[in-house]
């Protein structure tokens, strides 16, 4: 958590990321593409995953989703049960399985969204150039009702209210995301 509050969420490198993913979609003809990644693809990137997908259908929105982690041990794995219960609750289905993240994701996605500084350090690393970094986000860029958290925090290690705090970061964020998307012409 950020001691001091951010009050221009969206960001400008938000805005600007995704009005770039969402041109490159029309410009191609094909649907908007958004990767979700955290370390081990089993907690906060398939709740993303799962939250986008559901409210990306809502809307009738097209666009294609995944998530992905740094860690490829999970790989083939479902979501960490007790992040699979707390989503439940809130009527998300997560049944993603876990995969590895890999260099040419930077050219399958429009956009590239880290849960965590160690995340988005882990990308740019990998993205390998500069037009590939500029696909690069941090999920809590987008969320407008948490000012004060910088990032999402990892609950693998936490009790049940770190995966409640992360499903409420992960709302927040993906709505707006979506707003964005479109506000920027996406339908």
Do not use: W
């Amino acid at each position: 958590m950020n001691s001091t509050s951010e009050s221009n969420r969206p960001t400008l490198h938000a805005r600007a990321a995704v009005a770039e993913a969402v041109e490159a979609a029309r410009e191609s003809d094909r649907p908007l593409r958004i990767l979700f990644v955290c370390l081990g693809n089993i907690c906060r990137s398939p709740a993303a995953h799962g939250i986008a997908e559901q409210e990306a259908a809502r809307r009738n929105m097209k666009i294609e989703i995944d998530s992905a982690g740094f860690y490829g041990g999970h790989a083939g794995d479902l979501p960490d049960p007790r992040m699979r219960r707390a989503a439940a609750a809130r009527g998300y289905t997560l049944n993603h399985r876990a995969r590895k993240i890999r260099s040419f994701d930077f050219d399958d996605f429009d956009i590239v969204i880290g849960m965590d500084d160690n995340n988005i350090s882990d990308l740019q690393q990998l993205a390998g150039t500069v037009e590939r970094a500029r696909k690069i986000v941090r999920m809590t860029d987008f969320a407008t009702a948490h000012p004060d958290y910088d990032y999402v925090p990892d609950p693998y290690y936490e009790g049940p209210e770190g995966f409640e705090i992360v499903l409420d970061l992960l709302e927040d964020s993906c709505s707006e995301l979506l707003d964005l998307c479109e506000e920027s012409g996406l339908k």
